[in-house]
Nanobody, 131 residues
């Protein structure tokens, strides 16, 4: 059974950078599309970036486009989310989720909703952007 663990969150000043990692164990991460989602206090969880299982497609929410970059290193069973030019509104708990190839959907669809059956979710890592 696939398990995911996020890491890399923390406190950063506006304009700073963080790199989040989503590491899989229990089975290879390849053959899974991976999505990064975030949930701010009092708000619904939203998809912010997704990458296909073959890494041939990525999707970003408009609010992070040009600032965040998703990448995957299947040899290390890890998907990264590089976050630059962070803003206070990026403060949230960040989660990664995996969707196996048999149920894979286009990355835009994967990121557009959390209302689907995922193969695994991580426990989340917190990002706080503040002075």
């Amino acid at each position: 059974q696939l398990q995911l663990v996020e890491s890399g969150g923390g406190l950063v000043q506006p304009g700073g950078s963080l790199r989040l990692s989503c590491t899989g164990s229990g089975m290879p991460l390849d053959f899974h599309a991976i999505g990064w989602y975030r949930q701010a206090p009092g708000k619904e969880r939203e998809g912010i970036s997704c990458v296909s299982s073959r890494a041939d497609a990525t999707w970003y929410r408009d609010s992070v486009k040009g600032r965040f970059t998703i990448s995957r290193d299947d040899a290390k069973s890890t998907v990264h989310l590089q976050m630059n030019s962070l803003k206070p509104e990026d403060t949230a708990a960040y989660y990664c989720a995996a969707l196996g190839v048999p149920r894979e959907v286009p990355v835009q669809d994967m990121c557009s909703t959390t209302n689907r059956e995922y193969d695994a979710w991580g426990q989340g890592t917190h990002v706080t952007v503040s002075t």
